[in-house]
């Protein structure tokens, strides 16, 4: 099923990813770690869809989405970022991409964050974050999306690893088998991976030569 809905906020939140609002039908249904097929009917030419994760929560009248914007005009993401407000859209119904199924790791690369966005902020609302702990992995600390609000809500457990950059506030290097040996202590948290192809993979075999079940680890 497809809906008909619109642009209504525009805010950019780094260099090159934009968060989106959009109207949120009337029947439209979705639950915490859901994504969407969105489309959009500028050219006649370009008429496809794109996934995005919706980052708003349950209580929210709007649906909320993050994007990385590509300068290529053949992109979705450029033309979305070039859209006045009350633009129309087209988006899917809501499908299953993450489920929060315990207290865990959050193992994010770039703008692999969005699906455990909702997720922080739920568990933070219902006052049941715990010990669940963010580690995300960006080439420079321009790229880091939201870091404010998840600094808020996670405090220490927000682990900012940058690829291309040294700074005081971030740990420098990449989420590698040495780094996890030396962060993980519990192996019967849940992990939750989101980044490219390349990183989840790395990340998942890596997370099980070091004992974790293969049960306990969730990818996209």
Known sequence: MYYDSKIIHKEWITH?????????????QCKIGQAIELSIDILESFKHFAPFTLTNTNEDDFLEIIVKVY??????TFWLSEMPLD???IIS???????Y?????????????TPFIPMIRNLSKANMLGNNTLIYANKKQEDIILRNELTGLLGDNF????????TDSCLHGRIDRPFLESRIGNKRLFFYICGPEGFN??????LISLGIAEEKIQVA
């Open 16 to 28: 090159d990813v934009l968060k989106l609002k959009l109207e949120k039908p009337k029947t439209f």
């Open 71 to 76: 300068t290529e005009k053949k992109r979705l």
């Open 87 to 89: 633009s129309k859209i």
């Open 93 to 99: 119904e809501a499908w299953d991409s993450y489920e």
């Open 101 to 113: 199924k315990g207290s865990g790791v959050f193992i994010a690369a770039g703008s692999g964050i």
């Open 159 to 166: 682990l900012n690893v940058l690829s291309r950059e040294v």
């Open 201 to 206: 993979y790395s990340v998942k075999e890596n």
